[in-house]
Nanobody, 127 residues
């Protein structure tokens, strides 16, 4: 079993930046997909960005392309998410997710692909 813990959420004005991070109870070596999803009240969970461990592909949701960047922590291969030019519509609970072993990142960001989830960190963007 894996435990994931998010941190770094908070409140910011539109146009500002935040960085959210994910800590894990163990390291992720090659052949995993790590990602960030978000869920606003009353809406479905939405894929934000994913990245393959071992130097593989990254994929972003259309609404965050060009503004958000996903990267991996060198020690454990857990994902960080740098969010720039934040907009009020980015307001949501942000969740860290990890795939099972030997699962490459899918181009379509589907929550059901990921069996391991953190509890989330709140990001609030005011206009």
């Amino acid at each position: 079993q894996v435990q994931l813990v998010e941190s770094g959420g908070g409140s910011v004005q539109a146009g500002g930046s935040l960085r959210v991070s994910c800590e894990a109870s163990r390291s992720f070596y090659n052949k995993y997909c790590m990602g960030w999803f978000r869920q606003a009240p009353g809406k479905e969970r939405e894929g934000v960005a994913v990245v393959s461990t071992g130097g593989g592909s990254t994929y972003y949701g259309d609404s965050v392309k060009g503004r958000f960047t996903i990267s991996l922590d060198n020690a454990k291969n857990t994902p960080h998410l740098q969010m720039n030019d934040l907009k009020p519509e980015d307001t949501a609970m942000y969740y860290c997710a990890a795939s099972g072993f030997f699962r490459p990142c899918p181009a379509t960001l589907v929550p059901g692909y990921f069996p391991f989830w953190g509890q989330g960190t709140q990001v609030t963007v005011s206009s």
